[in-house]
């Protein structure tokens, strides 16, 4: 993801560093949350192995899709992207 992203967001979106940082700050926070959450989870038993998968997955792909769906519409340096994917990646990342 570190090698792919930046260069992504530079050409099609020109996005700089502070974009950039508050996208890879998103995906840390959200990965630590994601692992504390599924840890909590499976030790109290609250979901069975296969509810807790299932779940994942619907999510996860309802997260791609809404991804693609957002960066075929947006436009050349769209203000309202940089929120989106933010939360779009917070999202992904949870799941």
Known sequence: METFVTIYTKWFMDWGQI???????????SATMSYVVVTILMSKRIFEDR?????????????????GVALSVSTFKAAWL????????FWFCIS
């Open 19 to 29: 974009e950039n940082a508050f996208t890879f700050l998103m995906t840390g926070f």
């Open 51 to 67: 509810q807790l998968l299932l779940t994942g997955l619907l999510s996860l792909f309802s997260s791609v899709l809404i991804i």
């Open 82 to 89: 940089v929120p989106v994917v933010l939360l779009l990646i």
